[in-house]
């Protein structure tokens, strides 16, 4: 189960704005509670960076970290 989701990512150095869609969901086998994973959908207008994150196109400041689903708190 995934879904798109409209986010806005703002860098903190130069407040540049864009709208990204993010990918969330969780894996099989997940139980109700669990922390869905969140992945960008495509880059643009952000610059790719390493490890899954969006760099700001004007100063490689870091603004987005895809995140893995983790299990619920117990
Ligand atoms: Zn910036």
Redesign the pocket.
Known sequence: MAYLQPTTLT??????SAQIKVVVGIGPGSNRGDIPYERYKSAPPFTEGENGQL???????V?WTNTAARKAPE
Do not use: A
Request: glycine share 8%; proline share 7%; with cysteine.
């Open positions: 860098c903190p150095t130069c407040q540049f760099l700001c196109l004007h100063d490689g400041t603004v």
